[in-house]
């Protein structure tokens, strides 16, 4: 099971406040000015470029919005310069972590990381130590009421797909990278609409959390989450749902 999809599943579900919308369309925001700026403009011929595209309309992100994301990537427009970093460190357990940041400042957001991980019982950790524990993988996440096992199973390997994987109330699809887009499309058109999907870091193994350890990594998870700079953490947790539906309540 991964615990990081669950967790992102659960709290998809949670109603978003109008202060967590405005933190999503920046993420989203820069996820298309950094896939502009590394592989062009044209959605056509750049497959990130067309995740995220397909990521901001799904949060109904104005299509103004989305053009002026892509032409300060492009040049076209000025904008803050932006770098892409990816963070390693552990969490509670010997959890490993994966931090994925766009900052206009990278001094000043490694202390801010390395503060939020200390003050939920983790550290960070030199590059190479953690990112061998993960593989990157297509990720695409199903709410389980909307297909049975068969009818996924059929549609996702023929388009595919590497694995089918229950995680809880969701079905969690893996693909290769460059298959990520079709066997989307291949549920899409099924009448199944995933609840989320992307090229991801998805972990070889995962630490079974539970208890207080499970509550702090949650933390962790949120605080890391909530930052400005930070895009997406990846982790190798596997906590219960109940333990992460009592998190996101709380």
């Known amino acids: 099971m991964s615990g990081h999809s669950k967790w992102a599943t659960i709290k998809h579900k949670k109603a978003a406040t109008d202060a967590r919308r405005g933190k999503i369309f920046t993420k989203l925001i820069r996820e298309l000015t950094i896939a502009a700026r590394v592989g062009g403009g044209d959605p056509n011929t750049n497959p990130r470029l067309r995740t995220a595209i397909a990521a901001a309309k799904g949060e109904n ?16 427009l000025e904008g803050e310069t932006l770098d892409e970093v990816m963070f390693e460190g552990y969490g509670p357990g010997g959890v490993g972590v994966l931090i994925q940041v766009v900052t206009s400042n990278r001094n ?43 009818k996924m199973m059929g549609i996702v390997l023929d388009a595919g797909a590497e694995d089918l994987r229950d995680d809880g109330s969701s079905w969690e699809v893996l693909t290769p990278p460059e298959a990520m887009e079709k066997v989307r499309d291949a549920l899409v058109s099924a009448g199944i609409k995933p609840s989320g999907a992307e090229v991801a870091w998805v972990p070889q193994n995962y630490v079974k959390l539970s208890g207080a350890q499970a509550q702090q990594m949650l933390r962790m998870v949120e605080a890391l989450e909530d930052h400005d700079d930070v895009q997406q953490v990846y982790a190798n947790f596997d906590i219960d749902e109940k333990e992460i539906q009592a998190a996101v309540a709380g």
């Open 61 to 76: 992100m104005p299509n103004d919005n989305i053009e002026r994301a892509i032409q300060r990537g492009t040049g076209q």
């Open 108 to 150: 000043r957001i490694v202390s801010e990381i390395r503060h939020v991980m200390s003050k939920n019982g983790g550290n960070m950790a030199e590059s190479g130590a953690v990112g061998w524990m993960f593989h990157r993988k297509g990720d695409i996440v199903v709410p389980k009421e909307l297909a049975d096992e068969d």
